[in-house]
Nanobody
Framework: QVQLVESGGGLVQTGGSLSLSCAAS????????MGWFRQPPGREREFVSS????????YYADSVRGRFTVSRDNAKNTAYLQMNSLKPEDTAVYFC????????????????????WGQGTQVTVSS
């Protein structure tokens, strides 16, 4: 079992920044690719970004590429999502997830690939 806890959400104005963290406990964190998803109000959960088990590769949805940066620190069992130039359409509940595997980040864009999920953290971007 892997337990995931997100933190760092909040309210920010358009153009602002937020940094999300995902703390993992349980099994060896480095054996898992990590992903970030979001669920806007009234919509399905969608892929945001993923990072390979080593941190050597990262992948982004087109809607966030160039504005968001995913990273991880395996020594701290933590993944991060730095979000810059936020827009109102980024408003959503953000979830981190863990997927067993050592593939590249681009392999992990489908939410069905993930084995464990956090409870989510709300991000609200005001216009």
């Amino acid at each position: 079992q892997v337990q995931l806890v997100e933190s760092g959400g909040g309210l920010v104005q358009t153009g602002g920044s937020l940094s999300l963290s995902c703390a993992a406990s349980g099994r060896t964190f480095s054996g898992y690719a990590m992903g970030w998803f979001r669920q806007p109000p009234g919509r399905e959960r969608e892929f945001v970004s993923s990072i390979s088990w080593s941190g050597g590769s990262a992948y982004y949805a087109d809607s966030v590429r160039g504005r968001f940066t995913v990273s991880r620190d395996n020594a701290k069992n933590t993944a991060y999502l730095q979000m810059n130039s936020l827009k109102p359409e980024d408003t959503a509940v953000y979830f981190c997830a863990a997927a067993r595997g050592t593939g590249g980040a681009a392999v992990y864009v489908n939410k069905l690939s993930y084995d464990y999920w956090g409870q989510g953290t709300q991000v609200t971007v005001s216009s």
